[in-house]
């Protein structure tokens, strides 16, 4: 029975930290994935809804139609580097953001991405990025 009790604390454990990695690792992936213009790979974060901004205008879009427009973006404007500026986290932890410099095949835009935690605590799901052109 003492060696049950003890598998199942660290089974437990164990689960917290894998499930704490996974949820920290989805900016880092966002973030590599706009570095390679991926959007099928970035699509696997989406939310049901996603607020996309590109150029001060700015629509709620379904996860299916939020990844037709950024194919599409990013279709026309071939990424050469995207460079981090700032990220972190909000005080409550239920979300994470990265803002940085989108260079691309048309100029460079400041990318902001907001992750946001999931209604079952389980990970984080974009809820909005913006491209917008330095003034």
């Known amino acids: 029975m003492k060696k049950l009790y003890k598998s199942a604390i660290l089974i ?6 894998l499930n704490a990695g996974a949820k920290a690792q989805a900016l880092e992936d966002m973030v590599n994935y706009v570095r390679n213009g991926d959007v099928p790979s ?16 700015q629509s709620a879009y379904s996860s299916t139609q939020a990844e037709m427009i950024l194919k599409d973006f990013f279709a026309k404007n071939v990424v050469k580097e995207f460079v981090v500026m700032q990220n972190g986290t909000a005080p409550n ?3 994470r953001y990265a803002i940085g410099n989108l260079n691309t095949s048309n100029g460079t835009y400041q990318l902001y991405i907001l992750l946001k935690l999931s209604k079952d605590g389980t990970s984080f799901l974009l809820h909005e990025i913006r491209f917008e052109r330095p003034r």
Do not use: A
Request: net charge positive; aromatic share 16%; no cysteine.
């Open 12 to 17: 437990t454990i164990l689960t917290f930290f």
């Open 93 to 95: 932890k239920d979300s």
């Open 42 to 57: 970035m699509s696997k974060y989406f939310d049901k809804i996603v607020t996309i901004t590109l150029n001060s205008n």
